[in-house]
C-alpha cells in the first residue's frame, strides 16, 4: 500500500518561497512518478508539477519557471521547491504517486495514491 506523506506548507509573503516535501513509502519508489497538485477554495484540483526516477519533469504552464520538483532517491522524498510565490499559487497542495506514463499526468482522476495535502497560503 502507497502511503504519502506532505509537509512543508505554511504563510509567506509574495516574492518568497517555500518548499514541500512528500515521502513514499509502501512500495519501490524508482517504479513510480510523483506529482503535485494543488486545490485553491472553490476550484478543481489542477496539475502542478511531476517526475519520474529517470529524470523526466514536468510543469504547468502557470509555474513560468518558478518551481522545481527533483526527487531525492535515498530519502523516498519528492521536493517541490516553490520560488517567487504569488499570492495566486495560494492552495492545498497535494502530493500523488502512480505507475503512470506523462501523457496521463495532467488529470487528477488518473493518480492512484494521494497525500493528505498541505496549505500554502501567499499574502500580498
Known amino acids: 500500500q502507497v502511503q504519502l506523506v506532505e509537509s512543508g506548507g505554511g504563510l509567506v509573503q509574495a516574492g518568497g518561497s517555500l518548499r514541500l516535501s512528500c515521502v513514499f513509502s509502501?512500495?519501490?519508489?524508482?517504479?513510480?512518478?510523483v506529482g503535485w497538485f494543488r486545490q485553491a477554495p472553490g476550484k478543481e484540483r489542477e496539475f502542478v508539477a511531476a517526475?519520474?526516477?529517470?529524470?523526466?519533469?514536468y510543469y504547468a504552464q502557470f509555474v513560468q519557471s518558478r518551481f522545481t520538483i527533483f526527487r531525492e532517491n535515498a530519502k523516498n522524498t519528492v521536493v517541490l521547491q516553490m520560488d517567487r510565490l504569488k499570492p495566486e499559487d495560494t492552495a492545498v497542495y497535494y502530493c500523488?504517486?502512480?505507475?503512470?506514463?506523462?501523457?496521463?499526468?495532467?488529470?487528477?482522476?488518473?493518480?492512484?495514491?494521494w497525500g493528505q495535502g498541505t496549505q500554502v497560503t501567499v499574502s500580498s
Open positions: 500523488a504517486a502512480d505507475v503512470l506514463s506523462p501523457p496521463g499526468m495532467y488529470g487528477s482522476g488518473t493518480w492512484a495514491h
Open positions: 509502501g512500495r519501490t519508489f524508482s517504479s513510480y512518478a
Open positions: 517526475g519520474w526516477s529517470g529524470g523526466r519533469t
